[in-house]
């Protein structure tokens, strides 16, 4: 770039700053401050464009840059996101059903756990009373029998595994829905078609009549400047 086109983008950019403050200042009363502020805002729209045409052609090549190097990006990330697809779902498979597996074992080991206190409980408070009444060798038999009966329910209790472990995964359990009838969804779950009424109100302007909906109209200049 030469002295002269810096000189000349420095200048614009001092002539931006001083608009603003010019714009911020000014207040349309008569004539003469409505045609002020149309001249700034031709200024306005004339320095745009000559901002356009020195900064567009890099930002077209630094965009054409960064979608070429997004592409080529994904096309690699796009084979990792394959793969770790087939390897989640098996992963999370393998970890719920050996949690399904552990959390049965201790429900069960839990109850057996419970039977084994009242095994042992019953027979002590039987034993207990017979020996009360002389009947030691009765009370011996009792618990004998509670004992063989304790060792049943030890054997019988399943084997609680330990959980699965892989370094950095976890089960996130979340909830998702599909819809299987929308005519019965209740009011509160529903959200307006924002794009619709937007084009309703739109095409009906004045004549636009939505329960529950004000439409109004917004007004606004559109500034041109010759080529």
């Known amino acids: 770039m030469s002295e002269e086109q810096i000189i000349e983008r420095d200048s614009a950019k001092l002539t931006a700053l001083a608009l603003v403050s010019q714009a ?7 004539q003469e401050t409505l045609t002020i502020a149309n001249d700034r805002l031709i200024a306005i ?30 096309k690699w990330t796009d084979k990792l996101d394959e793969a770790e697809q087939e390897l989640k779902p098996k992963i999370t498979a393998y970890i719920v059903e050996r949690d399904r ?7 069960t080991a839990e109850r057996a756990r419970l039977q084994v206190e009242k095994e042992a409980q019953d027979a002590a408070d039987l034993a207990t009373s017979l020996i009360k009444n002389g009947k030691a060798a009765e009370a011996d038999d009792i618990i004998d029998s509670a004992y063989a009966k304790v060792r049943e329910i030890q054997a019988d209790t399943p084997f609680v595994p330990d959980k699965p472990i892989a ?19 209740p009011r509160t779950f529903l959200i ?23 439409f109004f109209s917004v007004k606004s200049i559109a500034s041109r400047i010759g080529r």
């Open 167 to 185: 370094n950095g995964i976890s089960v996130r359990e979340t909830w998702d829905f599909e819809i299987m009838d929308a005519t019965i969804i």
């Open 192 to 214: 307006p078609d924002l794009t619709m009424i937007r084009r309703y109100g739109q095409n009906m302007k004045h004549q636009a009549t939505v329960p529950g909906i004000r």
């Open 45 to 74: 729209k004339t320095l745009r464009r000559n901002f356009d045409n020195e900064f567009n052609p890099g930002i077209s090549r630094a965009h054409e840059l960064h979608k070429s190097l997004v592409a080529q990006k994904k």
């Open 24 to 30: 911020r200042d000014l207040i349309v009363v008569n």
């Open 101 to 107: 597996i552990r959390l049965e074992a201790e429900r």
